[in-house]
Each structure stands twice: as structure tokens, then as C-alpha cells.
């Protein structure tokens, strides 16, 4: 199952600055683990924003659920899912 996720992130100006480096570094981790994996098969930066827009490719939406919650700034993010299918106009379809 295909997912279009855009998360926007809001970490407190006021977290002690060693926390938010270390949490920085670790959903950086995650990220680059799950894409090594084929989960997150796409990662794009929002212009001037804090913001991504990404797409999971995932056995399910419980599995999406998951690594959601698994991402270490998920607490300071606002996330927004739409789940995806093939256009019967794509190269793809046509091709098909």
C-alpha cells in the first residue's frame, strides 16, 4: 500500500539544545533506516518550512501507524495521510 504522508514539525524553541540535536540525529537515523528497508520510498523537503512530504510503501496501515510513531520527533509533528492507488490515466496503467 502506497501512503502520502506530509508531516510538519514543531520542536519548542525552549527544548534544552543538547535534546534537539540528539533528537535530530536519531529521526535522522530512523529515516535512513527505513528507507534502506523500502518503507519510506521517497523523502522531499518542503521549501522554507520544517515540513517533508514522503511516501511509505507498507503491508498496511497498522504498519504505517507504526513507523509513524516510531520516528523520534512524532511528538512535535503534525501528520497528515492519504492513501494511495493507481490513476488510470498513469504510464503505468497505460502501459498495462
Known amino acids: 500500500m502506497l501512503f502520502h504522508v506530509r508531516m510538519d514539525v514543531a520542536i519548542p524553541h525552549d ?15 530512523r529515516a535512513l533506516e527505513l528507507q534502506r528497508a523500502g518503507s519510506w520510498v521517497h523523502l522531499w523537503r518542503v521549501v522554507g518550512q520544517y515540513s517533508n512530504i514522503s511516501v511509505f510503501d507498507v503491508d ?3 504498519e504505517l501507524h ?12 503534525t501528520v497528515t495521510v492519504t492513501a494511495l492507488t493507481t490513476h488510470p490515466s498513469s504510464l503505468s496503467e497505460a502501459d498495462g
Open 60 to 62: 498496511s496501515a497498522d
Open 15 to 29: 527544548l534544552d539544545p543538547g535534546r534537539r540535536a540528539e533528537l535530530i540525529a536519531t529521526e535522522k537515523a
Open 66 to 77: 507504526q513507523i509513524l510513531w516510531s520516528l523520534p520527533l512524532f511528538p512535535f509533528m
